[in-house]
């Protein structure tokens, strides 16, 4: 990638070591600096995020930016130090940029979900703030949306959602770009058998690797699990962090007397992903209930492994994976067991889901990511 003349490109990479849109800055950066040797770039980072990120070009540097998400440190500190550098694009790969940033601007966006789903019943702040914190959030968003050059999207389904929000936004704002699976899951890492005696896995699982927000679905999963577990010796192994969200999942259970049955690893210590990788090898099936979904990536997760999916009929699902897995009504707790149970008593389609996902997982990778993303900072570069 060359323009004839160098330039800056800072990305806010502050989300890095974390999940969710920590993963993705992390394989965007990877795969930047593999295809841009030309450009300058500054990456800023937090703490936990500047030990883990060792840059591998000689064309990026790291910048300790050490400013909370989500805050006014974000909308004042920060801002003066992107200012100091002057890039000639600020890259934010998510939605909350500082407000006040007069320069050029590319974001990618996952999704707008929160604009449909509540998180309140998780907050642990007062009812006011919440929603004057909500409040901020679209209007941060708007303004994102309003002020980027491109916004990137990791699907049709959520370029749709956009377009719909947004109807004084052109449409061809509004770029595709596919997300991938982390490498870290293709490198068969195998974590010590004793993490099944730790967390109590005794017999065949199905397996659910996410958040526990309201549009994951999980309370639907608990009680089709229940049905599904009177007549079949399975337990249900959900993984995912310990937030005051998985403390009602983990209520529910306790409430329905499934502790031996439904097991949540999360809640005890961090679940590496070297221990994913092996909770999903020795899985019996991945379940995915969710409402609503940017882009889905934990089944093509799965599908790495030849772990069958049974998830969701939602128009997400629908895009990425096509027939690739078993869909089912999120609503309908009957077509639930009937898929699931398809994928245990059909050895020929429990085949036929895993070969049709080794070869789903080909479709999606980062260098296909990054080379949409480079394309959008060459149309912006080019008409400074």
């Known amino acids: 990638m060359s323009y004839g003349k160098k330039r800056l490109i800072a990305i ?11 993963r993705y800055v992390k394989n965007i950066i990877e795969q930047l600096e593999k295809s841009d040797t030309t450009n300058e770039y500054v990456i800023y980072l937090r703490p936990k995020g500047f030990e883990k990120y060792k840059p591998s070009s000689p064309n990026f540097r790291k910048v300790l930016a050490d400013y909370k998400w989500y805050s006014w440190q974000e909308q004042t500190g920060f801002l003066l130090r992107i200012l100091k550098d002057k890039p000639d694009i600020f890259y934010v790969p998510h939605f909350n940029i500082p407000v ?17 789903f509540s998180t309140e019943r998780g907050t642990t702040l007062p009812k006011f703030y919440f929603r004057f914190k909500k409040w901020v959030y679209k209007l941060v968003v708007y303004w994102a949306v309003k002020r980027s050059f491109k916004v990137i999207v990791p699907s049709q389904d959520v370029r749709s959602d956009f377009i719909r929000a947004y109807p004084t936004i052109s449409p061809e704002k509004f770029i ?30 199905l397996l ?15 009680d089709a699990f229940e049905d599904f577990s009177r007549s079949n010796n399975y337990q249900l192994v959900l993984i995912g962090k ?24 999360g ?12 909770l999903r090898k020795n899985a019996s099936a991945y379940v995915f209930p969710s ?5 889905s990536l934990t089944p093509l997760e799965a599908q790495v492994v030849g772990l069958p999916s049974v998830i969701s009929d939602i128009p997400c699902h629908r895009e990425i994976y096509g027939d690739t897995v078993l869909y089912f009504d999120p609503k309908d707790k009957e077509d639930f067991l009937k898929k699931l149970n398809t994928v245990f008593s059909d050895d020929a389609v429990r085949q036929k889901l895993i070969d049709l996902g080794y070869e789903n ?8 990511t990054v080379e949409i993303t480079l394309n959008v900072f060459r149309d912006l570069l080019n008409n400074l």
């Open 208 to 222: 659910y690797v996410s958040s526990m927000y309201e549009h994951k679905n999980v309370p639907f999963l608990i």
């Open 242 to 265: 310990k937030d005051k969200f998985s403390g009602h999942i983990e209520d529910a259970i306790k409430a329905k007397n499934l502790e031996d049955r439904i097991l949540m690893p």
């Open 291 to 295: 409402l609503k979904e940017g882009f």
């Open 361 to 368: 997982v080909k479709k999606y990778n980062w260098k296909n």
């Open 100 to 116: 006040l940033y007069p320069g050029k601007l590319v974001t990618a966006i996952p999704d707008i979900i929160m604009h449909s």
């Open 12 to 22: 806010d990479a502050r989300f890095l070591g974390e999940a969710g849109p920590g």
């Open 267 to 278: 809640m005890k210590r961090y679940i590496t992903d070297e221990e994913v990788s092996s």
């Open 176 to 205: 595709v770009a596919y997300e991938g699976v982390d490498p870290v899951f293709f490198e068969g890492h195998q974590a010590s058998p004793e993490i099944f005696s730790e967390f109590d896995i005794t017999q065949n699982y």
